[in-house]
């Protein structure tokens, strides 16, 4: 391969496989006229809702301008995106014509239901005490949700309208999304001197991980087989913790990658554990944080002019209630930004991340 850097042939041959992996991916969908899972179920934070803290009693909210204007509907529908999230494009990959409703929205009901549904809620994490900061929906409480959606579609298979739907099928054939652990850092552990002076950010991530596995364990009890869980991202290449924290070397707080680094390796380990204890269990994890890394610090290589600065207003720390309408300087073509707001990747750079995720994904529906 003389001519050709090590680097560049890795970046040839990944696209190779991302675009063969997708051209497999449509071969199948377009065989079976349907999608390659009966549902998808979906977990955690602001990285994955999609509207329902539309619906509680919560300043992190999503659900006006200049959210959600390059959506399919050009409007904001509570996802804390300029348009699609990577749950959003994976469905489509998967083959799905609609996305799994918010659960709390009122079009979560009825044979919407079938498809799955999305438990998320901004600012929820492992840790309970996030979600309880911001009157957000803790993991154990999106869990009491899916309890209740069980029940819901049982009477929705034994109704006349939906004889076909097979219960048993949905519940522990469908693929299963675990987003969090950003929060917990971002919006609570590096803010909050109650925890960060009575532990190291090595020790908090120590009672994430035991949440994680024992949230593993209990989606496992209620039928879950085929789950996918997302790595924590660069934590400290988001615009809004570089401003906090201030930047290091390649632009990003190293300190705040260390974190999310350390906690990835356990997250891994514990990830083993439970596959080799739990029979029958398919558990994924996903890598955000390197593809992430890739965009934040080199986006022209991936067609972005700007990874330092988000797109709504400064771009500089705006997300929620701060990216609204009169946010001053907010771009006018998000696809040239890596990052919307303060901590949320554009729908451009979602669309990266979920053609990576398919990779890792692809024993999840095998």
């Known amino acids: 391969m003389m001519g050709f850097s090590r680097e560049l042939v890795g970046i040839w041959l990944k696209l190779y496989v991302v675009v063969g992996s997708l051209m497999v991916l449509e071969v ?12 998808m179920f979906i977990f955690g934070d602001s990285v994955v809702d999609v509207g329902n803290n539309n619906h509680i009693y919560t300043i992190v909210k999503a659900n006006f301008p200049p959210y959600g204007r390059d959506f399919t509907t050009h409007k904001p529908t509570g996802r804390f995106c300029n348009g699609k999230l990577a749950t959003d494009f994976t469905a489509e990959n998967l083959g799905f014509t609609s996305y799994p409703q918010a ?14 549904a999305n438990f998320a809620s901004a600012a929820s994490g492992y840790y309970d005490g996030t979600a309880k900061l911001y009157s957000a929906i803790s993991l154990p409480q999106q869990l ?41 850092f971002i919006q609570n552990y590096y803010i909050n001197p109650l925890l960060y002076k009575a532990q190291s950010s090595d020790e908090f991530s120590d009672l994430l991980i035991l949440s994680y596995s024992n949230f593993i364990q209990n989606l496992y009890s ?24 201030g930047p290091h070397e390649g632009g990003c707080s190293e300190n705040l990658n260390n974190d999310a680094i350390s906690f990835n390796n356990k997250l891994n380990t514990t990830s083993q554990a439970l596959k080799r204890n739990l029979i029958g269990l398919n558990l994924v994890v996903f890598d955000i944080y390197q ?15 700007e990874a330092r600065r988000a797109c709504c207003g400064t771009g500089l720390l705006e997300t929620s209630i701060l990216c609204n ?19 949320h990747p554009t729908e451009a750079a979602n669309k990266i991340l979920s053609d990576n995720l398919l990779i890792s994904g692809i024993s999840l529906i095998s």
């Open 291 to 305: 593809p992430l890394y890739d965009l934040a610090t080199r986006p022209s290589e991936f067609g972005f002019a």
């Open 28 to 39: 199948v969908v377009v065989m079976k006229a349907q999608p390659l899972v009966p549902s």
């Open 103 to 116: 659960y709390l929205s009122k079009k979560a009901k009825g044979r919407n239901l079938l498809i799955g």
């Open 325 to 343: 309408p009169k946010s001053l300087g907010t771009c006018n073509n998000a696809s040239q930004y890596v990052f919307w707001d303060g901590f």
């Open 144 to 184: 009491e949700h899916y309890k209740d959606y069980i029940s819901q579609i049982q009477e929705l298979a034994n109704s006349n309208n939906s004889k076909n739907a097979n219960v048993t099928s949905i519940i522990s054939d469908g693929i299963y999304i675990v987003s969090a652990g950003s929060s917990d």
């Open 222 to 245: 209620l039928g879950a087989r085929r789950i996918g869980v997302t790595a924590l991202p660069p934590l400290g290449c988001l615009p809004a913790a570089i401003t906090v924290a």
